[in-house]
């Protein structure tokens, strides 16, 4: 069964700073990889999916990348804002179904 | 934003009793999906739909039963409630396949007693 690892859990950062945060599966047998934000109490909103075929995806100031032979995933945040503070989800993507990390709940102070 | 509503959005109900949730869409996408969240185990999917009266179970679809009678409306029911099935309940769809990206309703929230 495939095992999805984010860590941290959490991470606090000043306003300003460059972050990463990372992912890690233990199949590397996937289609796709899905990075998600969840606000509290709120759904999920997709940020970025990274076909299995590619390296990088970039979304303005976000750029994940996927290193499927070292189970591997990070997305890289650039300038980050206090807007940004929120729960970053990974999701594994294999045939039918997502394999969801717990997440990093992530807080950046003005 | 996809156009996906959940309803309820919060219900508390009694051990025992059945509970219907409903999950639609206007996107006309041909996937639809239950996922359940809870804390330390992110989210896990209960079933799926890949068309109208085509479904499959998830990881935990034990004790839910779901329904495609139109495109737009996927129903998740909970046959006789427990309270391991408190959780926040989330519905999501997609395009074509699994595969591509999947968009996410608000949630329900329910509580079982």
């Known amino acids: 069964k495939q095992e999805v690892t984010q860590i941290p859990a959490a991470l606090s950062v000043p306003e300003g700073e460059n972050l990463v945060l990372n992912c890690s599966f233990t199949d590397s047998a996937i289609y796709n990889l899905q990075w998600f934000r969840q606000d509290p109490g709120k759904g999920l909103t997709s940020l970025l999916l990274i076909q299995s075929s590619q390296r990088e995806q970039t979304s303005g100031r976000l750029n994940a990348s996927l290193d499927k032979s070292s189970g591997r995933s990070t997305l890289y945040i650039a300038a980050s804002q206090p807007g940004d503070s929120a729960t970053y989800l990974c999701a594994v993507i294999g045939a039918n179904n997502l394999f969801f990390g717990t997440g990093t709940r992530l807080t950046v102070i003005p | 934003d996809a156009g996906i509503t959940q309803s309820p959005r919060h219900k508390v109900t009694e051990t025992g009793t059945p509970v219907t949730l409903r999950c639609h869409q206007t996107e006309n996408h041909r996937y639809m999906y239950w996922y359940r969240q809870d804390p330390g185990h992110g989210l896990r999917l209960i079933h799926y739909?890949?068309?109208?009266?085509?479904?499959d179970k998830g990881e935990v679809s034990d004790g839910y039963s779901v329904s495609r009678s139109k495109t737009e409306d996927f129903l998740l029911t909970l046959e006789s409630a427990t309270s391991s099935q408190t959780s926040v309940y989330f519905c999501?769809?997609?395009?074509?396949?699994?595969?591509?990206?999947?968009?996410f309703g608000p949630g329900t929230r329910l509580l079982v007693l």
């Open positions: 999501a769809i997609s395009e074509r396949d699994p595969q591509e990206t999947q968009y």
């Open positions: 739909s890949y068309g109208v009266k085509d479904t």
